[in-house]
């Protein structure tokens, strides 16, 4: 009886101890967050455990949230989405509209994204891979002489190619219901989306709300339209802050917003609905418009699509931008918006500022989303993210030093960083890049000097050896800095 | 001896008579530019005259200049660059800076642009099959699958795709000396790089000094950027009027200038290299930029390539701009820039407006540079457009009422039309629309009614009978405005 006992306790603590061994080892990255453990098989000739035990143990990672079984595969990694390292935290501050200077930054940091040879941490950009890229050969080299000859020496229509405002309205009906053909613009990026839509909502010196802190184009766009930023407080967890907001409006005269409520770049926050929605009426009863960048939206990474500011308004109030560049090509320079009140503006300001966007390169896009592999595609994609973001957090939390704060990105590809507040981002960009490694400094999404002790790091390659070494390269200059 | 000296006299008359014939043809538009006379043996047969006679005459025809023989083809019918109806002439007017309100006249003018079923007399487009689209798809069907991927997945160089901006470099030879890879911006068509341009060496309520009548589109970018248009006397034959510029800076402070010096849209004029040179200098002196667009320099009907604004251009004050658009394909987007001194701005202001061109299409457009037929292809081009501009101003000439009076351009492919001076140029418009027939009414290439009883009419498309119909209803509705 007591062998038996014996042998029954040896028994769990054996299984127990496999899975507390396997765990210590997702924990510290040896299995990456999308791997695959070794097999039932593999474990039991490495262990010397029996077929059963290495099951149990693996049954009791599940139960432990650290893999998941998939059918006649085996079991895999999970991402862990809850916190790592502890969150960024609101900082109440006064707003105050600003003027905007950060494009003699800016310049170096584009140099960096494009050149190779570098790591590139800095842009929010999706490695070639993950992309459709078999699918976009395939339309191009099967288009037709006709075809191909009418989108090179034609102008494409001002408003944008009809086929593709077609597929995209087709695409919005579960989000932005009533969107027709149209009612859309295509654009150069979101960017150009996003540039054409505050010159039609705005003038020179007028006032821009944008969130604290926010993507360091929209600043630019603001500096070089001669407008002021007006940065509000923002939760790292649901984006800005009410109080602020209607006390803000209440003594500014702020002309119009930019939001990104579905994985912000940079915090990754999603804005729950309700906020959403008290945030669209506000600004309805305010009559300020809001300009709603949600290029991150069909990158979440559990649940449904989220819903969009757009779809809570009734009168054309928010301005919708959109691209293709982080899910289908961002070399073809596909966006797109619905500027609601504004279309006509916006259509003018688009063809007043280079005719049209090209015919080939829309008509690809057109074909590609008529071919009807995106949805599973983005499936795929969401995934990879999902684990790819995980894996950067995992690594940031093992090699940085103590004291960092991190975000738990519910979608994108984002990571926000905050150092010890002795650190100084703009040293570890330029440090960094000396080691042949882009980030971007967080003083790049602030008027302010609020955030130069922080850093955003892109998580849009699969996590390898180089890149882990580029982490612990970015750890030790950072570590460095501290002193 | 009498018969003898009849015979003489009656042959002489003969072979006259037939020359005078053929001429009154070649006028009425029987015979167009560019088009073969009918064979010696063929007229042998028609007239009954001897092949020696009908050889006779065709000497003659050449002498008076009407058709030039090619070797073992014939004789083909020259385009009379002379002047077929008179010129319209300067009018001094006062300038005085305004405030530009012409987007809405625009819009209706850009939408009927895109309108497959309307008579293209209204945009500065180029009839498809006159552009090398066999060479365009061939480059697009060969290129390899690691190539387009790279294109599509990835961000081009926001500055321009490095080959295009070599290609364009190596061909500024001449033109630009001096001019390397890293001057060069390469933007979305001609309009995008007046518009960074503009953007960069003006701020809103800044005076613009531009040509009196002037490209439409530069008075919408005008009006976009909240800037005044100070329109200048320009002289119809060589541009802008001297006295007019030298007193109108000295009263008013201006900020830049956009200039077309060859082959004026919509005036069609070569401003002479002195005239170049002097505006270059007074300018420094002044220190005022001048935008140069120079979108019409490759298409000259006779003599060598004009020289440039930007050639005669020491210290970078000269923007000079440019595109693919009118002679390779409009439908691929590719224009560029020279920004001088400006450089650094227009290429930030690029980036921040929509991060970079496609990849695609600017590999497209250098690859077909490379391929070394271009010069070839533009030779040809010259030579139809030359015809095609004289055959659209003799059937004005022929149809339009008495008192119209039209420019005989040196280039490009635009004729500006004045008629007399009860006609409503809008309501031109406007009819002809109705009746499927788009052009361009000559008020929206000023910001006073200067222009009102003007209309200019495109030279893109081949001169057939669907093209001389248009003309002939277009007359018909003017004959009945003037009414």
Known sequence: MTTLYTNHKAKEYRYIKLASTLESKIASGVYRAGEKL???RKLHKRTGLSITTVYQSLIELEKRGFVEARRKSGFYVKPRLTQILPSPT?????????????NAVAASIVEAMGDRRIMQLGGTVVAP??????ELNRIVKTMTYKKLTDLMTLYENPTGNTDLRRQL??????????TGIDDIVITSGCIEAVSLCLQAVARPGDTILVESPTYPWFLQLIEDLKMLALELPTDPSSGIDI?????????????AAILVPNFHNPLGFLMPDDKKKFIVSFMRKMKIPIIEDDIHGDLYFSGQRPATLKSFDR????LYCNSFSKTVAPGL??????????HDRVRQLKINTGIASPGITQHVVAEYLNGGSHERHLRNLRTILKNQVNNMALMVARYFP???????????????VEMGSGVDGLNVFHAAREQGIAILPGAMCSTTRRYNHCIRISCGSPVDEKIETAIKVLAEIVRNSSG
Chains 1, 2 share one sequence.
């Open 38 to 40: 070794p097999s039932v």
């Open 90 to 102: 609101l900082k109440r501050h006064r707003p105050v509209a600003k003027k905007v200077s950060i």
């Open 129 to 134: 891979q993950l992309l459709p890229h078999k």
């Open 169 to 178: 309205a087709r695409r919005c009906i579960d989000l932005l219901q009533g």
């Open 243 to 255: 109080d602020s907001l209607k006390k803000t409006t209440r003594k500014h005269r702020v002309q």
């Open 315 to 318: 009168i054309g109030l928010v």
């Open 333 to 342: 320079r596909i966006g797109w918006t619905i500027p609601g009140a504004f």
């Open 402 to 416: 103590e004291g960092t704060r991190i975000t738990a990105p519910k979608g994108g590809l984002m990571l926000w």
